[in-house]
């Protein structure tokens, strides 16, 4: 595609060609196997949609053609593989819940594009009613006229142990991450630090940059497919899934918000793609989202 051809609205960093490598894990966190994902989104000019061809095959496979409607602030899904409602949350990334029909299942996803903007990361949590199926985490490649179409390696893990486990690594996670309101419209960007160090039971974790709260510290207790909050100012859980995928809330208890958390790291460990929907009850005050680099100890 062309640059004069290239959309202008929330499209403009998903559209092309990609391909990549799918780790897809049951409920309990068991690897199922590797997925492989085929898809080309093309901007129908001057109708504001994009039609989209996918090609999965894995421990589940689908395949078809789906058209999304680009709405500016959301997008809407309108089949006939993919029916649904999707957030934009900035140029490159969209929270989406949608239903895929030839699976008769509902999804909770996001899709971040990095900030090189030849990669997305992804992480998809696929349900039948209220019941947990599958979680997906991808990382994808844009493919240009002149590459050779190759997929990227996958790195599945038959069983996580600590030693894999990317998002638990001592070190720092740093960089920017952008705020936006209630009306998920830009607010700033922040200045973010995640540190977190190994303990006999799991680990230290203190972050700087929360935005919706003060800067806070908390422990947490992990085996491979869990971690939990003992006690103290943050409470919650969260569910990993290959050392590389995490979702989950933890509740900020003297701030009064609570936070679900989603994030996943690229296959060579060294970004992770970060989504935070901040809550107060049942009242989304805002969100904070971006791309953060590893640095080891």
């Known amino acids: 595609m062309n640059d004069s051809a290239a959309p202008t609205g929330s499209f403009s ?40 061809n996918v090609s999965f095959e894995g421990p589940f496979s689908m395949a078809g053609q789906y058209t999304i409607a680009d709405r500016g602030t959301h997008r809407l899904y309108q089949g006939p593989l993919n029916y649904g409602y999707a957030d934009v949350l900035g140029d490159g990334l969209v929270c989406a819940h949608n239903y895929w029909s030839e699976l008769g299942m509902s999804q909770r996803f996001f899709l971040m594009v990095l900030p090189d903007g030849t990669r997305q ?29 190759a997929f990227l390696p996958a790195d599945p893990h038959d069983s996580a142990n600590e030693t894999e486990m990317l998002l638990r690594r001592a070190g720092s996670w740093v960089g920017k991450l952008t705020v936006l309101d209630g009306d998920l419209t830009p607010v700033e960007t922040v200045d973010y630090r995640e540190s977190i160090t190994p303990t006999v039971t799991g680990l230290d974790v203190s972050i700087e940059g929360v935005h919706f709260g003060r800067d806070t510290a908390y422990s947490l207790v992990t085996n491979p497919t869990e971690a939990w909050t003992p006690t103290g100012h943050v409470l919650g859980s969260l569910n990993m899934v290959g050392g590389r995928g995490q979702s989950g809330h933890l509740l900020h208890h003297r701030d009064e918000t609570r936070v679900w958390i989603r994030e996943v790291a690229s296959l060579d460990g060294a970004m992770k793609g970060i989504v935070q929907m901040w809550y107060r009850g049942e009242q989304r005050i805002g969100a904070l989202y971006g791309a953060l680099n590893f640095e080891g100890v």
Do not use: C, M
């Open 13 to 52: 960093k998903g559209v092309g060609q990609w391909r990549g490598a799918a780790e897809v894990y049951g409920p309990d966190g068991v690897f199922l196997g590797e997925g492989r994902d085929t898809r080309s989104v093309e901007a129908d000019d001057g109708a504001g949609t994009v039609t989209v």
């Open 121 to 149: 990361l992804s992480l998809a949590l696929i349900s039948r009613a209220e019941v947990l199926k599958y979680v997906v985490v991808g990382e994808y490649v844009r493919q240009n006229d002149e590459e050779t179409h």
